[in-house]
């Protein structure tokens, strides 16, 4: 069964420091596309931080700078790195990932997307 998992949510002061991990189970990470996502109360989904078929990773504008993405083998598991957070970076984050053909339907975000395999999301609170 394919599964993801996040943890390292919680509330900080803006200018603070989290980091998200999502562990897999299932299928390999590191043979997938896979992505964070966040969806900010009464909007739609950002995706974030991604890989494509190369090892490049895509960043936002928004947080180019700020949130790294962080990949280990050995655990099967990426991470978000998150610093000088601002409050507009509260959301609820998923880790998502492509283990099939797509798009398929996301229920997180209510769209078709390209990924297949959704955590159920980890919750960023940062105030001001």
């Known amino acids: 069964e394919v599964r993801l998992q996040e943890s390292g949510g919680g509330s900080v002061q803006a200018g603070g420091s989290l980091t998200l991990s999502c562990t897999a189970s299932?299928?390999?990470?590191?043979?997938?596309?896979v992505g964070w996502v966040r969806r900010a109360p009464g909007k739609g989904c950002e995706l974030i931080a991604s890989t494509g078929d190369t090892d490049h990773i895509a960043y936002i504008e928004a947080v180019k700078g700020r949130f790294t993405f962080d990949q280990e083998s050995a655990t099967n598991t990426i991470y978000l790195r998150m610093s000088s957070l601002k409050p507009e970076d509260t959301a609820v984050y998923h880790c998502?990932?492509?283990?099939?053909?797509?798009?398929?339907?996301?229920?997180?975000?209510?769209?078709?997307?390209?990924?297949?395999?959704w955590g159920r999301g980890t919750q960023v609170v940062v105030s001001s």
């Open positions: 998502a990932a492509k283990t099939l053909g797509g798009p398929t339907w996301s229920a997180a975000c209510e769209s078709y997307s390209p990924y297949d395999a």
């Open positions: 299932g299928f390999n990470l590191a043979d997938s596309a």
